[in-house]
């Protein structure tokens, strides 16, 4: 599995001698089939085995069969859904699983300096896949021997204590809307990695949670965007590449090459990732004058105009289409997404123009940190070659959502199939085949596990209902939350991933199910395609792995 890297795109764009780095780590999941199972009733069958061939042991999968009375279960503490604390918050040694960098892995002969600068991090700012492919990828640099800083919000909701070594290391002024706010920057470590966290005196980043404040959320990432680089104006620091991520920071560019280039700042190039095409920050042109920019002056084809209001009053901008322009790479997070956007959407005649620098790479998990052979957040580890604790941990998480009783013999219930969905609950996911596949599950004797939170109100209402129906029933649970923690054992325990997004710019949930050892099952869209092969696909059989 590659792993997406600022040097892929370095080496693409800013110099021969930077390369991609590659996971050498391959894993294939092969699937014997009985009575010509396909993919579409993978659900159906509690007869499907499967067997996972690895090269490295700490590659995962589902191996042996065995009773799991011989595993020493009489003496284990099952939980329970009456308990007063939930079965996902007991006993951890860490809120943060394996906080060391790998140091095995083979350095690169061309180091760099890389500074992210993000609205989200795992697991200290994480709303969706955005803050874990920050994180993964930022120690996946940290490995290769690069030097890796995070730049952040300092968000009000983040919890102090989940930072090591934090530590005020500058105070300055930073412009915003004709004024110099006093913004304060702060030094700790998360997850091995050094953080920078941007605190601004005033309203911004306010809340009790990383999105939805009661400030203005454009012209707090604007802020943001020109407080990062006065910050490395002020401090004298030149790193090799300044990687953005999403609309948040896409008007950093513009700053950067039409203002803090003819400063100091000389040496960054910019790299923008684009995680999902479906966000433009869309900007009037007076929003971007506070950060100090004219904002007339991007209002044209070929800078920063929104295509959509080409013609209306008022025209508006798009932050996105801006950080396409204005940066020296664009990346993509999958070569199929990337595909997919050349050839729909508002935004592809910008990217067929800059096609040069326009690049999609499938993100990558970080195999330390969901890696069921040593994750702190399991009742039982298990590998590939000893994978006995996933059946341990299934039962756990049955016991623990009430889907077996202690009546129930643990073997019978580990025969039941067990697809878990762990998902934002919005229309890009599939909802409606979520829902069917409640449905279908129900009907044919399965078990079904979704966690994920609902932003739009009405989709919380038709959950809601959804809970009433179900979460008192032997086979359905539907948990309307979000918890890094349930996330791990809901992996570990489940049988299949369930990924029926209709679009989907690469996913991490099938890569990480797959890891853990689960069948996943997903729509054909962008990076699903580049990450699971199709079991029935004959002549890739060898590929084979959902």
Not at 334 to 354: A, D, F, M, Q, V
Not at 450 to 475: W, Y
Not at 500 to 529: F, W
Request: charged share 20%; proline share 5%.
């Amino acid at each position: 599995m590659r792993v997406k890297m600022e040097c892929a795109t370095a080496g693409r764009f800013f110099g021969p001698s930077s390369s991609r780095l590659s996971n050498p780590r391959r894993r294939r999941i092969v699937l014997n089939r009985n009575n010509g199972l396909s993919a579409h009733n993978l659900c159906s069958s509690s007869k499907f085995k499967i067997q996972a061939q690895t090269h490295l042991s700490s590659e995962v999968g589902i191996a042996k069969q065995g009773s799991l009375t011989d595993f020493g279960v009489q003496e284990f503490v099952w939980p329970s859904p009456t308990d007063e604390i939930p079965f996902w918050k007991k006993g951890f040694p860490s809120w943060d699983a394996n906080l060391e960098v790998p140091s095995e892995v083979k350095k690169d002969s061309k180091l760099m300096h890389i500074i992210h600068v993000t609205a989200e991090m795992a697991p200290i700012a994480k709303v969706g896949g955005l803050g874990d492919v920050v994180t993964g990828l930022a120690r996946a640099c940290l490995s290769r021997g690069h030097r890796v800083d995070i730049m952040l919000p300092f968000y009000e909701c983040i919890q102090r204590e989940q930072i090591d070594d934090l530590t005020l290391i500058t105070t300055y002024n930073s412009y915003h809307d004709g004024k110099w706010i006093p913004t304060h920057a702060y030094s700790g470590t998360v997850s091995g990695i050094p953080v920078i966290f941007i605190e601004p005196s005033h309203q911004f980043f306010k809340g009790q949670h990383v999105y939805g404040g009661s400030y203005n959320e454009l012209e707090a990432y604007l802020f943001f965007s020109r407080a990062c680089l006065e910050w490395m104006q002020v401090t004298g620091t030149q790193p090799d590449i300044i990687h953005v991520h999403e609309w948040q920071t896409g008007a950093l560019p513009l700053l950067y090459w039409d203002m803090y280039h003819y400063l100091s700042l000389q040496k960054p190039r910019i790299v923008l990732t684009i995680h999902n095409m479906e966000h433009y920050g869309e900007c009037r042109q007076e929003q971007l004058n506070m950060c100090g920019l004219d904002g007339s002056l991007y209002a044209t084809f070929d800078k920063a105009v929104d295509d959509r209001t080409v013609g209306h009053n008022p025209e508006r901008l798009s932050l996105l289409k801006g950080g396409i322009v204005y940066s020296n790479a664009v990346v993509t997070v999958s070569p199929t997404y990337l595909k997919e956007t050349l050839c729909s959407g508002w935004l592809s005649n910008t990217l067929i123009r800059h096609r040069d620098k326009y690049v999609g790479i499938v993100n990558g998990i970080d195999t330390a940190m969901w890696n069921p052979s040593i994750d702190v957040f399991l009742p039982s580890k298990f590998h590939a070659q000893n994978s006995e604790g996933k059946k341990l941990c299934k039962y756990y998480v049955q016991r623990g959502l009430g889907l077996a009783s202690r009546n129930h013999v643990p073997d019978t219930a580990l025969k039941v199939p067990l697809v878990v969905c762990i998902t934002r609950l919005v229309a890009q996911k599939g909802l409606h085949l979520i829902i069917h596949a409640i449905k279908q599950v129900e009907e044919l004797g399965g078990q079904m596990v979704i966690l994920g939170k609902a932003p739009d109100s009405r989709v919380e209402s038709e959950f809601e209902g959804l809970v009433n129906l179900h979460n008192q029933g032997p086979s359905i649970r539907i948990l309307l939350m979000y918890s890094e923690e349930l996330s791990h054992l809901l992996y570990a325990a489940a049988d299949f991933i369930l990924v029926p997004s209709m679009y989907e710019p690469c996913g991490l949930a099938q890569m990480i199910g797959m890891r853990y050892g689960a069948v996943p099952v997903v729509r054909k869209t962008g990076g699903l395609a580049d990450t699971v092969f199709d079991m029935d696909d004959e002549p890739n059989h060898e590929m084979a792995n959902g």
